[in-house]
């Protein structure tokens, strides 16, 4: 209890002098939703303007805070009651859904049968006692966010470029946690239903998304008159094939090339001609013919293609149009980071581990148990095992709310 009184007190400090996000917009149509310390969620709150929002914050003091993508008539009645107006759109990019290589190092795992533990992501079935159920602690670490804003990049530029929506109706925010979120609020797609949302997240996702060489097929292997697209005169998906190619054949080895499916000596044929194919695809769209390299071969690699350039969105959020969403500026329950938005031209720059500490002020002396080695701002912190330190207020919030530390004094 001590350590949840403490960061209780940390949040309480943070939430009396709190203030919404510019981009919060129709608050009176918003149903809200707030966990507890005490791990109880209220649901179908409404209020008429931000001042009693904000008051509602500071006396109630919740460990996560949440509003509707939908707006309503009646935000506090029950769902079916609610009489629905229409939703943002809304994209949820985390790092839980990215395979990155730095899980093993931070992620770990335990079955909530037999505690059999073990590190990375959870298995599907624990290998001990057969349970399905596992308690799980993951870590927003540099390569995890990393990750994410590489999706939330590439999502941007589909949004921006392919569906046309203005940087004005745009609004991309760091979680608080281990990604982002991006929301769409135009009136071109407020009433937009679960299907018609599907299809935007198919597009993104580059699902159901056939490979098609024209003239190129399985009994014509030439390959002089083959137009993939140019990047610099098309769009969409087939100028995204075009770059993910170049990447594909530029940016693996010969090793990367066998996984996908190719042969090793295709490997080699390919990797021997690739600035001649780089430069034929960026300035004509076309591909070349090379000796050894035949339709299955390229079709893989158009394949592949497609997966690097598709962005890795949680699919249920954005389908589901009654959807809470965290609210911005609030603090996040397992981090005690600040959700925070910025400008899409300020994505490249932005680091969440500077601008999304909430607590500046102040130390504390905690036990950590296990931690990895981290960053906030400029310091380093890590990593621990089994000791008592004195850390900076943010650092002892982090690793308290992640479950990794306790307050000794």
């Known amino acids: 209890m001590k350590s949840i009184d403490f960061v209780q007190k940390m949040f309480r400090d943070y939430y009396e002098n709190f203030s919404l996000a ?3 917009l129709m608050i009176e149509n918003r149903e809200f939703g707030f966990a507890s310390f005490e791990g109880k969620m209220l649901r179908h709150k409404s209020f008429k303007n931000r001042e009693e929002l904000e008051l509602f914050l500071r006396d109630s003091i919740p460990r996560d805070a949440y509003f509707s993508c939908a707006y309503y008539e009646d935000p506090q009645a029950e769902m079916e009651k609610k009489g629905w107006l229409g939703a943002d759109l809304i994209f949820d990019i985390d790092a839980d859904h990215i395979p990155t290589s730095c ?12 505690s059999f533990a073990g590190k990375g992501v959870a298995p599907e079935k624990c290998p001990v006692c057969g349970s399905e159920k596992f308690n799980e602690s993951t870590w927003p670490c540099e390569i995890c966010l990393t990750s994410a804003k590489a999706e939330s990049v590439k999502l941007l530029d589909m949004l921006t470029q392919d569906f046309g929506f203005s ?7 760091f979680s608080g946690h281990r990604g982002y979120h991006i929301h769409v609020k135009s009136k071109s797609i407020m009433t937009l239903d679960t299907v018609a949302r599907k299809e935007i997240v198919d597009y993104v996702c580059g699902l ?5 060489f024209d003239t190129l097929n399985e009994k014509s292997q030439s390959l002089s008159n083959v137009y ?12 995204r094939i075009v770059l993910g190619v170049k990447d594909v054949i530029l940016d693996t080895n010969e ?3 066998v996984n996908i499916g190719v042969g090793k000596n295709v490997a080699k044929a390919l ?10 695809l960026l300035n004509e769209g076309t591909l070349m013919r090379v000796k050894g390299v035949g339709f299955e071969s390229w079709k893989k690699i158009a394949e592949q293609s497609i997966k690097t350039q598709s962005a890795k969105v949680d699919t249920v959020v954005t389908t589901d149009i009654h959807r809470l969403i965290r609210l911005a500026n609030t603090l996040h329950g397992k981090t005690g980071f600040k959700k925070v938005e910025f400008p899409i031209s300020a994505i490249d720059d932005f680091d969440p581990f500077k601008t999304a500490v909430a607590f500046e002020k102040g130390f504390a002396v905690i036990f950590v148990f296990d931690a990895p080695e981290f960053r906030l701002g400029d310091e380093m912190f890590g990593p621990y095992k089994n ?21 000794v004094e």
């Open 255 to 257: 090793q990367d090339l």
């Open 208 to 212: 159901g998304l056939e490979v098609s």
């Open 22 to 24: 510019e981009s919060a």
């Open 103 to 114: 899980d093993k190092v931070h992620d770990r795992w335990a079955c909530g049968n037999c």
């Open 228 to 239: 993939l697209g140019s990047s610099s005169k098309d769009f969409g998906w087939r100028k």
């Open 271 to 280: 990797l021997s001609n690739k600035d001649v194919i780089s430069k034929r």
């Open 387 to 407: 000791q008592k330190v004195e850390l900076p207020t943010a650092a002892a919030v982090l690793l308290i709310c992640k479950g990794r530390a306790e307050v």
């Open 167 to 173: 940087e004005n109706e745009v609004c991309v925010f």
